[in-house]
């Protein structure tokens, strides 16, 4: 069990660039998730993978954000034109789903820098 | 939707016990959720409470009541490494979202 893997572990670019991230859930895990965390607060989930199924989606995902898990394995989260207020870390968490509410386990996050 | 609230930061000294406090509104809840997070870190699960009670897990235990909305997650004999953040999050039936608070500071000092 190496965990729950993401790159780039950091990510600077230029406002209206294109960027993609990596995640590598626990190999064993369906279950997974997308959240993005701002300095001082908790993570705000943005979307959810159950396989390859795109199943839950939340309002803070506009549509210059894309999020793929095209084999049930990894996932890849875009966002397109980039803007100054999606700097942040986000983060890429994995579960099972067997015996109820498994809990999630994080990776140590993408950490994205808008100039 | 669901809310959830937490104070900001504590500072303890070394072997103490620090208690953390969390509460939260949520519609059809589903359980609730303790992390630690150190800065730049992912966060790591501690502990899960979906009855009323208390769970206990070595130096850490969490405690809930959901009539009144309340979870807590006790600290015993504080190290240094224990300084960080620690996130409660509430889970709702019908999706597997975590609802974040914004977490505890608590800072370890000898």
């Known amino acids: 069990d190496t965990g729950v893997s993401q790159n780039p572990r950091h990510k600077i670019t230029k406002r209206g660039q294109n960027v993609t991230f990596r995640c590598d859930p626990i190999s064993e895990h369906n279950r997974l998730y997308w959240y993005r965390q701002t300095l001082g607060q908790g993570p705000e989930f943005l979307t959810y993978f159950q396989n390859e199924a795109q199943l839950e989606k939340s309002r803070l995902l506009s549509d210059r954000f894309s999020a793929e898990r095209p084999k049930g394995s990894f996932s890849t989260l875009e966002i397109q034109r980039t803007e100054q207020g999606d700097s942040a870390m986000y983060l890429c968490a994995s579960s099972d789903d067997t015996g109820g509410n498994q809990p999630q386990h994080f990776g140590d996050g993408t950490r994205l820098s808008i100039l | ?110």
Not at chain 2, 11 to 28: D, F, K, P
Not at chain 2, 95 to 105: E, M, V
């Open chain 2, 1 to 110: 939707g669901q809310n959830i609230d937490q104070p900001t930061e504590m500072t303890a000294t070394e072997g103490a016990i620090v208690q953390i406090n969390c509460t939260y509104q949520t519609s059809g809840f589903n359980g609730l959720f303790w992390y630690q997070q150190h800065a730049g870190e992912a966060p790591t699960f501690l502990s899960y409470n979906v009855l009323d009670g208390l769970e206990e897990k070595g130096r850490f235990s969490s405690f809930l009541s959901r009539s009144k909305g309340y979870s807590y997650l006790l600290l015993k004999e504080l190290q240094m490494k224990d300084s960080a953040s620690y996130l409660c999050a509430g889970r709702s039936y019908g999706n597997n979202r975590l609802a974040f608070g914004k977490g505890n500071q608590v800072v370890v000092i000898p």
